[in-house]
């Protein structure tokens, strides 16, 4: 439950998170790169792209938009909603 800062009123009391899968670790693989060399690529830490590839950090916007660069290929590529999600 999130609460409003102002009026304290109850302004969320159930929401979902979305399940993204993604394919940075096999990228990596594929390109025989490191996580920190990843890291250190697209200026995050070693920790955050390992967060992001076991599915315990989903990246912002801009984060993906540069793993993807990285990698030269699409976001779409590398970044995957599950179907349910898109219901």
Same mark, same amino acid.
């Given at each position: 439950?999130?609460?409003c800062n102002y009026c304290n009123d109850? %302004?969320?009391t159930k929401y979902k998170l979305l399940d993204m899968q993604n394919t940075v670790?096999?990228?990596r693989a594929k390109q025989n790169i490191t996580q920190g060399k990843l890291a250190e690529g697209i200026g995050v830490s070693r920790q955050? %792209?390992?967060a992001i590839e076991t599915?315990?950090?989903s990246?912002?916007?801009v984060t993906a938009l540069k793993i993807a660069q990285y990698f030269?290929?699409?976001?779409e590529e590398i970044f995957k909603l599950d179907k349910s999600d898109l219901e």
């Open positions: 439950m999130i609460r109850k %302004i969320l670790r096999v990228e955050t %792209i390992h599915g315990k950090f990246p912002s916007v030269k290929t699409y976001v």
